[in-house]
């Protein structure tokens, strides 16, 4: 199991191998043997599937040989652990203890996608040495792009991601961005969140609110898990806040 803590308060010490490491803030746990000492320890802490985070790790990579492993236990500067927290923070307020939210299958999908690239991005080891080594990439035909247009509207309501959008486009996660800016001015996982905003459109559109239709009902449908955040997004792309469309 990998399990990143983090120390809200306190002090917490582990020892493994003759070395030491006084750990504030985030940290992996070792997957050595080890001993630790704490005082007035108030301790968070998250766990993860091993096999899941390479699993994404190599669907990012589009390397399904790729092993992951990661080098050191801190977070690869301040900025990353500020990234990781503050995802936690997000899951754990805004998501997790949300029952309707979390019935959600996309809800939970992009949940668990959002925590595994934290983690990965956060932490040093073979994953980011790889992704720095593969900055380049080809430039991509117009018709790659097309390939990941057509996939992101047959899949919208499926458990999809920039590995899976890439993949369907035949290319690199990394070139597909590339591409992707240069020839939309936009991103893969932007463009999917467009999609379901204006999927969410026409359901608000259709829906009877006397039939129990609320714009929770219909964000988490699709993907979407904070109420103030939907609303900015679907008011920019749309024009009006989503519980106007509804009442329309």
Known sequence: M?????????????????????HRGPFLFPRRPFSSRWAELDLMTVSLQPAAVQAHARRLLADE???LEFTG???VDPA?????????????????????????????AEAVRCLVTALLQTFPGSFLERSRERT?????????????????????????????????ARM??????????????????HRLRDARLDAAHRALLD?????????????ARWGFVHRGRFAAAYRERHGCNPAATLRA
Do not use: C, K, N
């Open 80 to 108: 990353m652990a500020r990234y990781w927290t503050a995802t936690v923070r997000h899951l754990g307020r805004d998501v997790l203890p949300h029952e309707e939210l979390m019935r959600a299958p996309l809800v939970r």
């Open 172 to 189: 690199s996660p990394r070139g597909l961005q590339a591409a992707f800016r240069r020839e939309l001015g936009t991103t893969p996982t």
């Open 207 to 219: 829906a009877d609110p006397g039939t129990g239709t609320t714009v929770e009902t219909v964000m």
């Open 136 to 168: 380049g990439g080809p430039a991509a035909a117009p018709s790659a792009v097309r390939r990941a247009l057509a996939y992101i509207e047959a899949h919208l309501d499926e458990d999809i991601g920039l590995a899976e959008i890439a993949a369907a």
């Open 65 to 67: 040989d790729f092993r």
């Open 2 to 22: 990998l399990r990143v803590g983090h120390v809200l308060s306190g002090h917490l010490t582990a020892t493994g191998r003759g070395d030491r490491f006084a």
């Open 73 to 75: 236990d801190r977070p």
